[in-house]
C-alpha cells in the first residue's frame, strides 16, 4: 500500500490549504482514512478522520470548525481543507489508511503511513 500526500506549503496566518492523499495497493473504499501531523519536539498527534464511506468524521478539538476531511473513492483520494490556518498549525501532515472500515482516532487504528508534506503558517 502506498500513500503519497501532497499540496503542503508555505501560507500566512489566516490563508487556507488544501492536502491530497492518493493511496494505491488495496481497495481504497473498503478503509477508513486520517490525518495526523507532528510538530518539532511534539509527539505525532490525530487530526482528522474519515470511515470508508465519507459518512462519518471526526476531529481534533484545535482543528474542529477550520478543517474538513473527504474522500473520493472513485479516485482513491482523501483530502483535509485546511481554512483560517494558525501558526500553531505547523507541522509535517501525514495520510494514514486504517485497519478496517472504521477507526479510533489514535494511531494504533491506521496501519499504512505516507511521507508527509511540511505545512508552515507564518504569522
Known amino acids: 500500500v502506498q500513500l503519497q500526500a501532497s499540496g503542503g506549503g508555505l501560507v500566512q496566518a489566516g490563508g487556507s490549504l488544501r492536502l491530497s492523499c492518493a493511496a494505491s495497493?488495496?481497495?481504497?473504499?473498503?478503509?477508513?482514512m486520517g490525518w495526523f501531523r507532528q510538530a518539532p519536539g511534539k509527539e505525532r498527534e490525530f487530526v482528522a478522520g474519515?470511515?470508508?464511506?465519507?459518512?462519518?468524521?471526526d476531529y481534533a478539538d484545535s482543528v474542529k470548525g477550520r478543517f474538513t476531511i473527504s474522500r473520493n473513492n472513485a479516485k482513491n483520494t482523501v483530502f483535509l481543507q485546511m481554512n483560517s490556518l494558525k501558526p500553531e498549525d505547523t507541522a509535517v501532515y501525514y495520510c494514514?489508511?486504517?485497519?478496517?472500515?472504521?477507526?479510533?482516532?489514535?494511531?494504533?487504528?491506521?496501519?499504512?503511513w505516507g511521507k508527509g508534506t511540511q505545512v508552515t503558517v507564518s504569522s
Open positions: 494514514a489508511g486504517a485497519r478496517a472500515s472504521h477507526y479510533y482516532a489514535s494511531a494504533s487504528s491506521f496501519l499504512y
Open positions: 474519515i470511515n470508508w464511506s465519507g459518512t462519518g468524521t
Open positions: 495497493g488495496r481497495t481504497f473504499s473498503n478503509y477508513a
